[in-house]
């Protein structure tokens, strides 16, 4: 289906503005953005306009009972070429979460139109420099001004972009976590929805508050097994294999989680997704088998942790450990993203 998507454009571009070798992560905007409305039936309007505030009023469902979900992704320079790395996978998820959240679907030709009408006119914002990518911020909203608690009848669905650079700067040091939990079984954990990351923010000031970067959320029940961090999915590499923890629906399924273990099998490493218990993991630092810890998600990419904190006792992975297999994902993935390896795995789109 074609959508008849309307343009305005800016009339002064701030690209002049920004200074490209000093982007840090999220905090400049593209000049355009994508919006479309769904008015109870259908999406309507769908347009691209300046990037700027958006008015509504101050009843609107989504502020108050949280029907707010987005998605990450990137798009990355080749010469003059931009790609994007697995975009319709976002576009599914986005619509799992929609699903759970009783939010209409998008269809997957709104979604990609949209995408890349916004990405032609903002091309020039696609950074080049090592490191830094194009963040792609799709995500849809309750528009309804009702305080009945209720699913929303309208909604605004929005595309916005921001040049950035690495969200981590350095090895994590992180805290695993045993008091707080970030989702509960048949909960919405595997959703991105606004209100996981709200509800994160507590636990993770006070690790950070402790030294911490982050925290090593574990399971909600036992609080024994580990399943994520604050921002992305978790790896250890061991002499016997690599494993990440499988996936709950008190867990988000990253996308770069999911091609990382595709490289690791294509790349014939034993990779398994399995129950990885905070008691395994300390033997394994402590008897010299755990090489390294690393963790994955679309804003994070592929960072190391330095080590965790369990309890009180620090396990310092690296002082003992190597980092062959990140930084050997982490040359496959950036060559893949920016073209310069063969897309074996059909994950990246051209524009
Ligand atoms: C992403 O990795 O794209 C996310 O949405 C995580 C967020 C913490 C930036």
New binding site residues.
Partial sequence: MSHNITTQLSANSRIQEVDFNNIG??KIFSDHMFLADWDGQTWTNPRIIPYGNLSLSPATSAIHYGQSI?????AFRHEEKVLLFRPRDNWRRLNQSADRMVMPEIPESLFMEGLLALLNIDRNWVPGSDGSAL?I?PFMFATDDFIGVKPSEKYCFAIFTCPVGP?YSKPLRIKVEEKYSRAAPGGVGFT?CAGN?GGAMYPTKLAQAEGFDQVLWTDPITHTLVEET???NFFAVTENGIITPELHDTMLA?I?RDSVIQLLKHSRYTVSEKPLSVSELKQQATDGTLKELFIT????TLINIEGFSHQGNYFDVMKSGNQDVSNMLREKMNGLRHGLLPDQFGWIEVL
């Fill in positions: 992560f999220g987005f998605e990450g992704m990137k963040y911020r969200y991105k990351y604050g921002t992305t990253g770069t998600g679309t804003a994070a």
